[in-house]
């Protein structure tokens, strides 16, 4: 069992920044691979980044690809979402979720065995 507690989220205007942080803990082995989702109010959940934990290789959705940063800090077991050049419509519900199978796809969300309870994102124009 591997439990994730997300933090940083808050109301920004276009523009501006936030870091998300996802800390893992109660976990025997390190999780495979971790990612970012988020949820729009009506709108499905979308896989924005991800990464494997015992790598460098880092994945994005098109819509935040050049804005986002996923990035981890194994000493602290904490993985982060460095986010600049917020928008409105990244305005949305984030959630950190971790997996341990192999995976064909890393930002799809059925991969993912364990997920946090979600920090709201607000970006005001």
């Known amino acids: 069992q591997v439990q994730l507690a997300e933090s940083g989220g808050g109301s920004v205007q276009a523009g501006g920044s936030l870091r998300l942080s996802c800390a893992a803990s109660?976990?025997?082995?390190?999780?495979?691979?971790m990612g970012w989702f988020r949820q729009a109010p009506g709108k499905g959940r979308e896989g924005i980044a991800a990464?494997?934990?015992?790598?460098?290789?880092?994945y994005y959705a098109d819509s935040v690809e050049g804005r986002f940063t996923i990035y981890q800090d194994n000493a602290k077991n904490t993985l982060y979402l460095q986010m600049h050049s917020l928008r409105p419509e990244d305005t949305a519900v984030y959630f950190c979720?971790?997996?341990?199978?192999?995976?064909?796809?890393?930002?799809?969300?059925?991969?993912?065995?364990?997920w946090g309870q979600g920090t709201q994102v607000t970006v005001s124009s």
């Open positions: 990464m494997y934990t015992g790598g460098r290789s880092t």
């Open positions: 979720a971790a997996g341990n199978s192999v995976v064909e796809s890393i930002l799809n969300a059925d991969e993912y065995d364990y």
């Open positions: 109660e976990y025997t082995y390190r999780p495979y691979f």
